[in-house]
């Protein structure tokens, strides 16, 4: 069962009142760095730990005016303090505050994220086991080739997330950084034994070397990570609306009582969810590549990058976090239909075995040509037809019978022959 509606939490973190709120937590940050430093005073610095406060609706009202958001901000927080807030924002630049906050919020919207894949992983897992020997055809260039299991198909499935997972904590590890080094970042006015101390409390990594803000590669990073998990929730639901088409019907997604799939006809039941998360993917792609135009910026900063953030980081953490729950919701009541995957298997009298047969021949000393037309020719009769029969026109083959008996033809259509190394894979997952 899912833990948690998480969308509830991303939005929270990435909501204004969280911004403002981190915005100042760096700021109280600093001026306790500032004081254990000796360059402020106790007293001012105590009256600030207990006054500092900010108003959303007072921030806004002031913005209107000097048209900037952390001045704004500044002087909404100044209104609270009295006049100790001189000592408020005391060297430092807007980034200072605004790309260490960032990096705050990127920190714990990737644990957000982890969880999220955590809880996927598990569900998909369970899934697996279930159905590790569910017979299965499997498909490519969308036809017919030779058997799985619809398990086998899942543990695929669950390789790409540990692989996913594997990136989230490595950007975890280059997300979570500071910068308080002044503008243009020589720390001309705050000196450098501040940002490695005002880091430390916030459990951040001061930038080796920062200009007036952290480069934005570090950022399209985030996005580039966030779009491949989008790109393969996508290829997880064309998965499954594939194999919900009527002429399919080998699973189908969660249809709840009381739904309904079409204002014209009640019979439908659509995968409307896994078209939902291919749309959403489109998104969180797109705005993967604003991410890359936010890298080059003109010399030491400018602030082409700030607008495209305030969309693109938000709207991707919270699209990433819904697309994750509603999707491990699917999967968690996915109708699975073994009937169905073994009656697609056996149509044309089972072609699928064909390669099978085609060994055969060769192990019998027959040319891999020789073999190949014998058994290309055989299949072809039997996909023409509305009902061939592959095995049968194997069998009615007299000159095959100088190379392969009944028994041995019949033995090459057991499809448990292709079975016979899922357990060494799935023993790879430690399920």
């Not at 430093?37 to 959303?56: D, H, R, S, T, V």
């Not at 305030?310 to 994750?324: A, E, F, G, Q, V």
């Amino acid at each position: 069962m899912i833990q948690r509606y998480s969308r509830e939490i991303m939005a929270r973190l990435w909501s204004q009142a969280n911004k403002y709120q981190t915005w100042l937590d760096v700021e109280l940050a600093v001026v306790e760095a500032q004081y254990e430093l000796q360059q402020i005073p106790q007293e001012a610095y105590l009256n600030i730990k207990a006054k500092a406060q900010f108003n959303e609706d007072r921030i806004l009202e002031i913005e209107a005016n000097v048209k900037h958001d952390v001045i704004a901000f500044l002087t909404n927080v100044g209104e609270y303090i009295g006049s100790d807030s001189r000592y408020l924002h005391l060297g430092l630049t807007s980034s200072d505050m605004i790309d260490t906050a960032l990096g705050i919020t990127l920190t714990q919207s990737v644990d957000l994220i982890i969880d999220d894949l955590n809880i996927f992983y598990n569900v998909l897992a369970k899934l697996a086991l279930t159905h590790k020997y569910t017979l299965q055809i499997g498909r490519s260039h969308g036809i017919h080739a030779e058997p799985i299991t619809f398990g086998y198909k899942l543990l695929n499935w669950l390789d790409e997330i540990n692989r996913h997972k594997l990136r989230l904590n490595q950007l975890r590890d280059l997300v979570a950084c500071g910068k308080i080094s002044g503008a243009v970042g020589t720390y001309a006015s705050v000196g450098t034994d501040l940002e490695n101390l005002v880091c430390q409390k916030l459990d951040l990594k001061p930038m080796l070397v920062s200009t007036q803000i952290i480069a934005r590669d570090i950022h399209a990073q985030y996005l580039q990570v966030l779009a491949l998990i989008a790109s393969s929730l996508e290829k997880f639901a064309i998965e499954i609306r594939h194999l919900q088409r009527t002429d399919v019907l080998e699973v189908e997604e969660p249809f709840s009582i009381g739904q309904k799939g079409s204002s014209a006809m009640p019979h439908k039941r659509n995968p409307i969810t896994s078209e939902n998360i291919t749309g959403l993917a489109r998104l969180v792609r797109s705005n993967s590549i604003a991410a890359l135009e936010n890298v080059a910026l003109w010399h030491e900063r400018d602030i082409s990058h700030s607008s495209v953030e305030r969309i693109i980081l938000p709207d991707s953490s919270i699209l990433i976090d819904y697309m994750l729950a509603r999707f491990t919701k699917v999967c968690e009541n996915l109708q699975v239909y073994p009937e169905n995957m073994r009656k697609n298997m056996d149509v044309y009298g089972g072609v699928i075995y064909s390669q099978t047969i085609l060994l055969k021949l060769v192990d019998k000393g027959l040319s891999r040509e020789e073999a190949y037309k014998i058994v290309q020719g055989h299949a072809h009769e039997a996909w023409n037809k509305p009902y061939g029969d592959f095995k049968q026109n194997l069998l009615d083959d007299t000159n095959l019978h100088n190379y392969l008996t009944k028994a041995e033809i019949e033995n090459c259509f057991n499809p448990q022959n292709f079975l016979k190394y899922i357990d060494t894979v799935f023993e790879r997952f430690n399920l």
